[in-house]
Each structure stands twice: as structure tokens, then as C-alpha cells.
């Protein structure tokens, strides 16, 4: 099998799906956990192949031409996500018939959850100045719930300044992403009350 499915890291599927499957028009998805008692890399061969998943670029753009959908398939541990594109595919069939259509979500309605994360494909928030329409792009969040408790702890106590958390928060954070520092920004604020 040479479909590479597997992500080394937590960023590495957020910048994935993020920066690459989201751009290129994967916004359905499915995601999932393997079971402890199967072999992970056994399930990626059988996803892989019953979705027909293993495709070169040009077999991907020769479907998307004739108005087929186009399906990815990534893993890390034992969670995993199938994300579709617009058109038809064996995933949009109904469960009864082998597919997943009862699972599948829309993210830019319901946005994936994963690991803290929270990823969608919005519009974005700059007016035009034509007549086009909105632009829309991935839109990745932290969920305060896993930064507040212990980040504002650490940084009560090693910083005098409430606006210098963020930017040490962000050395330690190689990955940008589009209206990814507001959650920082309201963390200083509430930071802003413990330090002074």
C-alpha cells in the first residue's frame, strides 16, 4: 500500500487537514476510533481499499472533472478521519449499502474536534470591495477549556506582564493559522487580573 495515512504528530494532522484537505475542497468528514482489539495498519489497508483511496493526482482530477467526489483518509493513534469532497462517492451511500452517509458532517457547519483542536472552513471576515463574494478559509481553534487551566497558572507566576504570555506562548508554537491568536489575546486579558 502506498497511500500514506498515518500523522507523527497532533499538529501534524491540524496543518493537514487545515492547510491542505480543507484549501482543496474536503469538507465532509467522518471521524472515528479503531478499536483496541484490531490492528490499526490493518483497518488503513481495508479503508484505503474499500473507498478506493490509493489514486494518483491526475486519477484525483480526472474524477473531480467528471463531477466524482475525492476521499482522504488519515490516522493518528487510534483516531481517524475520512474527509470527502463535493460529488458522488461510495462514502454518501447509505450505511444498509456499505457507505457512511448518516455520519457524515459538513464542517463548515459542525467544525472537526480533535485533540483541543477545533477545525472549519469559514468565511472570512474581510468585506470586499466589489460585488464578489466572501472569501472563506480554514479557521482553526484552541479550546480555552485546555489552555486556561494550566497556562494561566504558568504564566501568572513566571511573568510580570500580561501582554508577554502570549508572545512566549507562541515561541514554544511553531504553527500560525488564520485567527488563531485571539484565544491568546483573551487569555492575557483574563491573565491581566492575576499578575497585577
Known amino acids: 500500500m502506498n497511500y500514506r ?3 507523527a504528530s497532533t499538529e501534524g494532522v491540524v496543518q493537514l487537514i487545515a492547510a491542505s484537505y480543507l484549501r482543496h475542497g ?3 468528514y467522518v471521524t472515528g476510533s479503531i478499536p483496541h482489539a484490531k490492528d490499526a495498519e490493518t483497518v488503513d489497508r481495508k479503508l484505503v481499499t474499500k473507498y478506493g483511496l490509493d489514486i ?3 486519477a484525483r482530477s480526472s474524477r473531480r472533472k467528471r463531477g466524482l467526489a475525492n476521499a482522504q483518509y488519515l490516522r493518528y493513534g487510534r483516531w481517524f478521519i475520512l474527509m470527502l469532497t463535493e460529488g458522488h462517492h461510495a462514502l454518501r451511500l447509505p450505511t444498509a449499502q456499505g457507505g457512511e452517509r448518516e455520519q457524515l458532517k459538513d464542517c463548515r457547519r459542525h467544525p472537526i474536534q480533535f485533540e483541543g483542536y477545533s477545525i472549519s472552513h469559514r468565511r472570512s471576515g474581510v468585506a470586499s470591495v466589489s ?3 466572501h472569501k472563506w478559509r480554514a479557521h482553526v481553534r484552541i479550546a480555552n477549556r485546555s489552555m486556561n ?3 494561566v497558572r504558568w504564566s ?3 511573568y510580570a506582564s500580561a501582554r508577554s504570555v502570549p508572545r512566549t506562548c507562541f515561541r514554544g ?3 500560525r493559522f488564520a485567527g488563531g491568536d485571539r484565544p491568546w489575546i483573551s487569555l492575557g486579558a483574563s491573565v491581566k487580573g492575576e499578575v497585577s
Open 149 to 151: 487551566s494550566s497556562t
Open 56 to 58: 494518483s493526482q491526475w
Open 5 to 7: 495515512c498515518q500523522a
Open 26 to 28: 474536503y469538507y465532509w
Open 173 to 175: 508554537c511553531p504553527e
Open 156 to 158: 501568572s507566576h513566571e
Open 131 to 133: 460585488d464578489e463574494p
